[in-house]
């Protein structure tokens, strides 16, 4: 369990240095990526059904920091 919130704070720490544009694009690409990833699962040729999960909690982080940086402005 600690490995997995030593990840997460990565990534956190890692979203906390980008601008919003940044942080839009990687976004867009992220919602690019559930929409492949849910069409592959539609048609049966996703493997690993547990990125999808990993995928949507990495768009809410990222929504997470716009909505913070959006509030300190």
């Known amino acids: 369990m600690a490995k ?3 990840k997460t704070e990565n990534k ?4 906390k240095g980008k601008s919003s544009d940044e942080l839009n694009a990687m976004l867009l690409d992220l919602r ?3 929409m492949d990833m849910r069409f592959q ?3 049966g ?3 690993n059904t547990a990125e ?3 995928v949507r ?4 982080r990222v929504k997470t920091f716009l909505s ?4 300190a402005k």
């Open 4 to 6: 997995a919130k030593a």
């Open 12 to 15: 956190a720490e890692d979203l």
């Open 32 to 34: 690019k990526k559930q």
């Open 41 to 43: 699962q539609a048609g």
């Open 45 to 47: 040729q996703l493997t």
């Open 52 to 54: 999808i999960r990993k």
């Open 57 to 60: 909690r990495t768009i809410a």
């Open 68 to 71: 913070q940086q959006e509030a």
